[in-house]
């Protein structure tokens, strides 16, 4: 079909994005044909029931102006792309459907009026992750987890693993992720949103990465299979551009290792669905700690296990500080030599009290006999030797140590 034979010389220039939150195991079928009845190209994913309400994401198309674009057949053989007013779009579902539509525009109800605050609600957890876990490369200093903290608004969980830490929120998993606390070169978080999983991370060179398995985008199609626009495309040409696509160039080049673990990291990527071995598989293709993957499936509890340790949000300068009272209060072991009242301690320890009593009393006639003798017919020197030989014995080493109690002679 020749240009001339098209409604307009329109085409797509970006895309727009909106949320459908309504009730009803029937819903995400009513917006589809809601939307093919207004001639709406789009692609929809329903998020996972949350509570009485169903939410929707939708990807339609916009012109340069931003105005959302509908396929328009003004008669056989003449279509092509025509503007839509977004806030009258938006207003005409939201009174068919019966719902309310978060769009870039504002929120949209069915009365008009604000939303209440049960919609209000699940609007906020539309979408919302429901496990947040992620890798920090913090090293041996664990201790700087509290000024992740601090930046994340929260108190985390972590416990060491490998070169780094695994780290959980305390509190809201959305928050954290919000907050990019936890991006830093080399980190890798895990999540889990209803029956979606998904992998990120974020590096000087890309600022941040996400991929996400178990998305279900379902395209809308108004069209005719055989339409063109004025480009001589069809409308699901268009539409696969709406449609995420794996990008596997920004892992490899994060995440260098051998070829063999590079490949397995780009067929993981290239998959559109996830099992319960997703994550351990992506963990060995980076070469993470399998704690992270045993964490974030859910297979350990973080929280409460061996070495994990509670993080409140703190400065640099408090972990400093922390970090030396810590010093200030352990315990310092000096050396024997250093502490002569616990050599004596260890000597008479070693040694009987009868012994001991002997030793005294001889050390007792030497010193008499030295006073009221003095030099006894030359015999000064036999004395000094005496005494030698009883302070020899006294301070001479004996196998048996303070410490030992359980009757081994130490070596």
């Known amino acids: 079909m020749s240009r001339d034979n098209q409604a307009g010389a329109l ?96 929120l949209h109800s069915p009365t008009g009026s604000e939303p ?47 070169a780094g830490a695994v780290v959980e929120p305390t509190g809201s998993p959305d928050a954290v992720y919000e ?38 985008w379902v395209s809308v199609d108004p069209s005719n299979p055989w339409d063109m626009d004025a480009d001589g495309r069809h409308v699901r040409d268009w539409l696969d551009l709406l449609l995420p696509e794996a990008e596997t160039e920004p892992w490899t080049d994060s995440f260098r290792s051998d ?24 963990i060995r293709a980076v070469g993470l700690p399998p704690l992270l993957a045993d964490v974030a ?34 315990p310092v072991e000096y050396p024997t030599w250093a502490r002569p009242c616990a050599v004596w301690e260890q000597h008479r320890n070693r040694r009987s009290p009868l012994y001991l009593a002997l030793s005294g009393v001889a050390l007792g006639a030497f010193v008499l006999s030295v006073v009221v003798f003095g030099d006894d017919n030359g015999l000064l020197w036999l004395k000094w030797v005496a005494l030698a030989v009883i302070v020899f014995d006294v301070l001479r080493p004996r196998k048996k140590a303070l410490e030992d109690t359980s009757g081994v002679e130490a070596p």
């Open 11 to 106: 085409a797509p220039s970006d895309e727009l994005s909106f949320t459908v939150l309504g009730r009803g195991g029937n819903f995400t079928a009513r917006l589809k044909a809601a939307l093919v009845d207004r001639r709406v190209p789009a692609v929809v994913l329903e998020d996972a029931q949350r509570g009485d309400f169903l939410a929707v994401a939708v990807r339609a198309f916009t012109d340069e102006d931003g105005h959302p674009l509908r396929w328009e057949t003004s008669e056989p053989g003449r279509h092509g792309w025509e503007r839509v007013e977004a806030v009258t779009l938006f207003d005409e579902l939201s009174v068919e459907l019966g719902c309310v539509i978060a769009s870039p525009a504002g």
């Open 116 to 162: 209440t605050s049960a919609e209000a609600a699940a609007l906020e957890a539309s979408f919302s992750l429901d496990a947040f876990t992620w890798f920090s490369p913090v090293g041996s200093e664990i201790e700087v987890l509290g000024v992740v903290a601090k930046r994340a608004g929260q108190a985390l969980v972590g416990r060491a693993a490998g």
């Open 179 to 216: 907050s990019m606390a936890w991006a830093a070169d080399g980190a890798l978080f895990l999540a889990r949103s209803g029956k979606r999983r998904g992998a990120g991370f974020a590096s000087k060179d890309h600022p941040l990465v996400i991929h996400w398995w178990d998305e279900e």
């Open 259 to 282: 070829g063999g673990n590079l490949e397995e990291l780009r067929i993981l990527l290239r998959s559109p669905r996830s099992d319960d071995a997703t994550f351990d598989r992506l």
């Open 297 to 330: 499936s859910g297979r350990v509890a973080l929280a409460g296990s061996d070495g994990a340790t509670i993080f409140e949000p703190n400065t640099l300068w408090g972990v400093v500080k922390d970090a030396v009272k810590a010093e200030a209060k352990r």
